[in-house]
């Protein structure tokens, strides 16, 4: 899992973003957040509803990195997706197959950038506030590339949290940095929708689908 928790809750309060997070440790109240348990109704709905507009109509291979306790990772199964997720931590992991015991998903502990999934290929990869605290944004985006089948998508998540010294990655550099990998890149804006958030937001959320 990324640390972009706690970076993006600094942020939001205009304090520096710091990198150290023992997400072993804060594994056991990461739901707690609207979006990342989905306890709410209409947070669920909210997300699910965005799901079945990002991903193709027909169920196929989903990779979900960074998936943390798999709350997307079950919506997607729901749907019929074979999900795969892939998170650095342990507890997280572990949460996350017990939230999708009895549906189509396997869940491995590794790191986003590089997953452990030899040479599978999928027909989706799926990521939420993870690219943004990578090092190298456009190396991971063409190995992501490189495990989906032709004419599969990648769904990132992202946004831009805070005021005074802002972290993220801003969607128009996202899109540049997917222009010579894919073939359709479409933005979707998600701060307006409060629905997503289990309250308003004011700074910059989006998705990007991008079929290659």
């Not at 997280?92 to 290929?121: I, Y």
């Not at 073939?183 to 979707?188: M, N, Q, S, Y």
Request: aromatic residues 6%.
């Amino acid at each position: 899992m990324t640390r972009y928790i706690a970076k993006k809750k600094r942020a939001e309060t205009s304090a520096a973003p710091s990198a150290d997070v023992n997400w072993d440790a804060e594994a056991a109240t990461f739901d707690e957040e609207p979006d990342h348990g989905l306890h709410d109704p209409v947070v669920r709905e909210a997300w699910a509803a965005r799901l079945e507009a990002w991903l193709p109509s027909r169920p196929g291979d989903l990779l979900d990195l960074g998936c943390g306790t798999g709350s997307l990772s079950l919506l997607a199964a729901e749907r019929g997706y074979r999900v795969t997720g892939v998170d650095l931590s342990p507890p997280m992991v572990a949460l996350a197959r017990a939230k999708s015991a009895g549906h189509d998903a396997v869940f491995h502990v590794g790191d986003a950038a590089a997953p452990p999934v030899g040479e599978q290929l999928f027909d989706v990869v799926l990521v939420r506030h993870v690219l943004w605290t990578l090092p190298d944004p456009g190396r991971v985006l063409r190995h992501w590339q490189g495990l989906l089948r032709p004419g599969g998508r990648l769904v990132l998540v992202e946004g831009v949290w805070g005021t005074v010294s802002p972290v993220g990655i801003p969607a128009e550099r996202l899109t540049d940095l997917l222009a010579p990998l894919a073939r359709d890149v479409r933005v979707e804006r998600l701060s307006g929708d409060a629905r997503l958030w289990g309250k308003e937001v004011a700074d910059e959320r989006y998705a990007v689908v991008a079929v290659v």
